[in-house]
């Protein structure tokens, strides 16, 4: 593709070729299969819904997108004299869109311990997709899960020292045999560039229970909860291999080439 489009005309291409609405993440793996943004950064979900989100609270009617349900959009009809019930989100359930990141911010499951190159200064490298910018997230704050295969063998959370040094000593202590997953739910604001910001205010009730809930749902996966907890997946990361493990491989296997000549 010669020009990259902006976000607000990628959207607006995978909407209008769409027969139907789609959820933002939808909207955002498509401009990711069409190539749509070489430029992803780092939280390209988050983004695209920011960008219809901020759209239909400053432009109201004259937005081009729709809200038809939660993180659910469509193009607005361009012959449109009256509104539907869906036309004209209501501030606070714009707002609702906007701030459902506040808390958990970032989180992934069942990343490998394998993957990792554990030193006190350990790299948890992670991606939202393909093209989308790495992320460090040994600086996160949060909580996080331990497994042995697929069973929980230990919660503990990380406030004064971060994710990475937290799991490091885990390599160290009396559970550095018992474990070869883990999982984490962060706190800390990750901005597009795909660094770790600073800590937020603090959050009310209406806030605080629904985070609460979605990390139980996507810790536990209860079998009655059909659906995932509230929008998380727009703040998952995918585990990326530490680049040092493969070099560490490739000089490995180099050596042992050597030795047999």
């Known amino acids: 593709m010669a020009d990259e489009r902006t976000w607000r005309e990628a959207i607006s291409h995978v909407l209008g070729a769409s027969?139907?609405?789609l959820h933002y993440n939808d909207i955002t793996e498509q401009i990711v299969a069409q190539k749509l943004r070489r430029n992803l950064g780092a939280t390209p979900?988050?983004?695209?819904?920011?960008?219809?989100?901020?759209?239909?609270?400053?432009?109201?009617?004259?937005?081009?997108?729709?809200?038809?349900?939660?993180?659910?959009f469509a193009l607005r009809p361009s012959d449109t004299s009256t509104t539907t019930p869906h036309d004209s989100p209501s501030e606070s359930e714009v707002g609702e869109v906007e701030a459902q990141y506040d808390i958990i911010t970032s989180f992934g499951m069942f990343w490998r311990r394998g993957s990792v190159e554990w030193t006190a200064s350990s790299r948890l490298l992670g991606m939202q997709g393909i093209g989308a910018k790495q992320v460090d997230f040994y600086g996160q704050l949060g909580i996080y899960l331990l497994y042995d295969a697929r069973e929980v063998i230990y919660v503990g959370r990380?406030?004064?020292?971060?994710?990475?040094?937290?799991?490091?000593?885990?390599?160290?202590?009396?559970l550095s045999t018992?474990?070869?997953?883990?999982s984490w739910f962060g706190l800390l604001p990750i901005s597009e560039d795909g660094e770790i910001g600073a800590a937020p205010g603090?959050?009310?009730?209406?806030?605080?229970?629904?985070?609460?809930?979605?990390?139980?749902?996507?810790?536990?996966?209860?079998?009655?909860?059909r659906k995932r907890g509230d929008d998380l997946a727009a703040v998952e990361y995918m585990q990326k291999l530490d680049p040092e493990i493969e070099r560490r491989k490739k000089r490995a296997t180099l050596e042992e080439a050597l030795r047999k000549l």
């Open 202 to 225: 603090p959050f009310g009730p209406g806030k605080i229970i629904p985070a609460l809930e979605a990390v139980l749902i996507e810790a536990l996966e209860p079998r009655q909860n």
């Open 19 to 21: 027969a139907e609405p």
């Open 158 to 174: 990380c406030t004064e020292r971060p994710l990475g040094r937290r799991l490091y000593e885990h390599t160290l202590d009396r």
């Open 45 to 72: 979900a988050a983004t695209v819904n920011a960008h219809i989100a901020a759209s239909i609270k400053r432009d109201g009617h004259s937005s081009p997108y729709l809200r038809v349900a939660r993180g659910v």
């Open 178 to 182: 018992r474990w070869d997953r883990f």
